[in-house]
């Protein structure tokens, strides 16, 4: 049997996630996983509890869980990680739930996107100005959990580019035309 693997997209809001992981699930002809909190959010916008984060990233991670035991590959719009460092930065709270998925898990790279194409506005978006900051966090937990992962810079061929070395890199079975 093939190793199961997840291309999780994660990073600061308005950096190409979503676009990027839907374009790569099409060029790559596996499961593309949602983010959990666009459907959880849209009924009451931005107005969550901590409690409302932990049932996300545990919807998020329970949507992955299924499609990956269909099927050995998928591409993530998100994460547990996005999850942890909601928590981080919102509520202050290390999850120890959040943590002891993401010491548990071998089978995803991560894809970090960075903050260095503008930001758009979303009614569910909650940071323009701090983008940067909750980059450096990505990178810290990244770091702290020694998680597989790349960095997605630039500007828009220039960032479909770089997301098409790592998938080369990684051997995956590429599709010729974008």
Request: proline fraction near 5%; aromatic fraction near 10%.
């Amino acid at each position: 049997m093939r190793r199961r693997l997840t291309l999780a997209f994660v990073g600061p809001e308005s950096t190409a996630k979503t676009t990027l992981s839907h374009w790569v699930a099409s060029r790559l002809k596996v499961p593309w996983i949602e983010e959990a909190a666009r459907e959880y959010l849209r009924p009451s916008g931005r107005n969550y509890c901590r409690k409302d984060v932990l049932r996300m990233g545990l919807l998020q991670l329970e949507s992955e869980t299924s499609v990956l035991a269909k099927c050995p590959l998928v591409v993530s719009d998100t994460h547990v990680l996005v999850y942890h460092v909601w928590m981080l930065d919102k509520f202050k709270e290390d999850s120890l739930v959040f943590h002891d998925i993401l010491l548990g898990r071998s089978d995803i790279f991560y894809i970090l996107t960075a903050p260095d194409i503008e930001w758009v506005f979303d009614p569910l978006r909650e940071d323009p100005h701090r983008r940067h900051l909750i980059f450096r966090m990505y990178q810290r937990e990244i770091t702290r959990f020694r998680l597989p992962h790349h960095i997605v810079r630039g500007q828009g061929e220039a960032r479909y580019a770089a997301v098409l070395s790592i998938l080369r890199q990684l051997q995956l079975p590429l599709e010729s035309n974008r």
